[in-house]
């Protein structure tokens, strides 16, 4: 059987891994759960869950999330090296469907770090995917930058891996470098030239590096390839990785040339996208396709016209089928706990008890001070009650800011550290300045604040702003995000929610 003949392509999601990779993207455990969950659900075939040696959270991480699998196999990301199999074997193994994704450096310029002539090269990937194959029927291979490798030598990788027992082969562009032309010929060329091609699974795993990187995985698709690697928005490294919504909906939308499918359940993009985006603190860019908040937006008078007319005009999707539901007025301070939880269910939010009487409480105080709640309201609140918990280490109590033409701009900041309140008056150059310098007053700490962003939720001068912030402390990158009618209560909550990050990520290099 010539896997170049099957018409079903595999979705290989890691956002988990590739994503979380990105510097600031950073997810707690049970955040990583919760997109390993809603991945499951939507029907991703593997899901890369993390690179277990890395640390002891990672580990965890894909430990439970191999165990909680329900329908995808649950792949951990391992280096050519003993010790770094075994250990992703440990966590991937709790899984019914576990993968070891194993790699190296093919490339002139990856082959010159470790050190090794090409001959040993050929002998390091014999041993550790023979290794690796002794402990898990289920092997993938990589051999990293294969985009920028001769080709006779990545032939000859490719024959090695396949030989050692490697069931999936994984093409990826490590730097983005590939375009769609030379990504299919790449996979051409290997099902033509390898021996044994034909009985396993090509994998295609492109960065965006050139804005190339959808097209690319298509691309290679057309070569034969039958697994496309990619994150939900795209999320990843530099310019990220190739986007899940983009080639699922491309394979969808334009099946008449592209007849391949996948298992996806599109309805479910929507939603996963707005998780990401809040765990992450990735904030998906407006004229992102599929995803961005202006993808089913019509402005220009045209447009406008044509759509009244008949809705085909300018939509080849139809935003029900990302699951995208309209932005109505929906709910009033007069509505109860079951409409809150119906149009949450809705908006793809399952709730449980506990979660959505914290929301509701919320969600009241919310209507109080707003006059009309939209849908992109709700789902702020929400995302902000996941990131905002009440266990986090750091708490804004109470905050009063002096702010206007005649300076010096004050804020007066209760901060709870630890269950106990602490309290402080910083000036600043501006509002935002003063509550950040109070946060620095109470909670010494020497991280960096890289960025600042505030947008507002939806229309109106009582729109919530959402603020994302991003800081660096001794090379570890987080981001902060909260969304308030206030945007100074917002930006003190986010920022704070970034230094609670930044714990986390304390306690977790602590020594065990
Ligand atoms: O981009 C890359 O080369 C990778 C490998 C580890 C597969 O992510
Ligand atoms: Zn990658």
Aim: overall charge negative; hydrophobic content about 40%.
């Amino acid at each position: 059987m010539t896997n170049s003949k099957q018409d079903r392509v595999l979705i290989f999601d890691t956002t988990l891994r590739d994503g979380e990779q990105s510097p600031g993207a950073t997810m707690s455990h049970n955040e990583k759960l919760e997109i390993a969950t809603l991945l499951d659900e939507m029907g991703v075939d593997i899901i890369e869950a993390g690179f277990p040696i890395a640390s002891e959270g990672d580990f965890k991480a894909v430990s439970e999330i191999a165990a909680n699998a329900k329908n995808a196999q649950i792949c951990g990301l391992s280096r050519a090296v003993y010790k770094d199999i075994d250990r992703c074997w440990e966590a991937v193994k709790h899984a019914a469907n576990p993968r070891i994704h194993t790699f190296i450096g093919t490339s002139p310029q990856h082959r010159a770090i470790p050190n090794l002539t090409k001959d040993q090269m050929i002998e390091r990937i014999h041993d550790t995917v023979s290794h690796a194959r002794n402990l898990c029927p289920n092997i993938q291979w990589s051999p990293m930058d294969a985009t920028r490798t001769e080709d006779d030598y990545l032939c000859r990788t490719v024959e090695t891996a396949i030989k050692a027992g490697a069931t999936t082969i994984n093409i990826p562009d490590t730097v983005g470098y590939t375009a769609p032309a030379e990504s299919a010929d790449i996979i051409r060329m290997l099902l033509e030239r390898v021996p044994g091609a034909d009985e396993i699974i090509f994998a295609t795993h492109c960065h965006n590096d050139l804005g190339m990187a959808t097209a690319n995985s298509l691309a290679a698709v057309a070569g034969g390839a039958r697994q496309i690697e990619c994150t939900i928005n795209g999320l990843g490294e530099r310019a990220g990785n190739t986007a899940l919504e983009e080639v699922v909906m491309a394979l969808r939308v334009r099946n008449d040339i592209m007849p391949y499918e996948t298992r996806v359940d599109a309805t479910k993009l929507m939603n996963i996208s707005r998780r990401v985006a809040t765990v992450s603190g990735f904030q998906v860019q407006y004229n992102k396709a599929i995803v961005g908040k202006n993808a089913f937006a019509h402005e220009s008078g045209i447009h406008q016209d044509g759509m009244l007319k008949s809705a085909d005009t300018f939509e080849i999707m139809r935003p029900e089928d990302i699951g995208l539901t309209e932005t109505n007025l929906v709910m009033g301070k007069h509505s109860g706990r079951a409409a809150l939880r119906s149009k949450l269910a809705d908006l793809g939010f399952d709730l449980g008890d506990n979660q959505l009487k914290d929301v509701f409480v919320r969600f009241k105080e919310l209507a109080d001070r707003k006059k009309e709640v939209y849908d992109d309201d709700l789902i702020a609140l929400v995302s902000d009650e996941g990131t905002n918990a009440m266990h986090d280490h750091l708490q804004v109590e109470k905050l009063r800011v002096v702010c206007g033409t005649d300076g010096p701009q004050s804020a007066e900041l209760t901060l709870s550290i630890d269950g106990v309140d602490h309290q402080t008056k910083a000036t600043g150059d501006g509002p935002v300045d003063a509550v950040f310098n109070a946060v620095k007053a109470l909670f010494p700490h020497s991280a960096h604040l890289q960025l600042y962003q505030v947008s507002a939720v939806t229309e109106g001068t009582d729109a919530q702003a959402t603020v994302s912030v991003r800081m660096e402390e001794a090379g570890k990158i987080v981001t902060g995000q909260s969304a308030d009618t206030d945007t100074v209560v917002a930006s003190a909550k986010a920022y704070v929610n970034a230094l609670n990050k930044l714990l986390l990520r304390r306690e977790k290099n602590a020594p065990e």
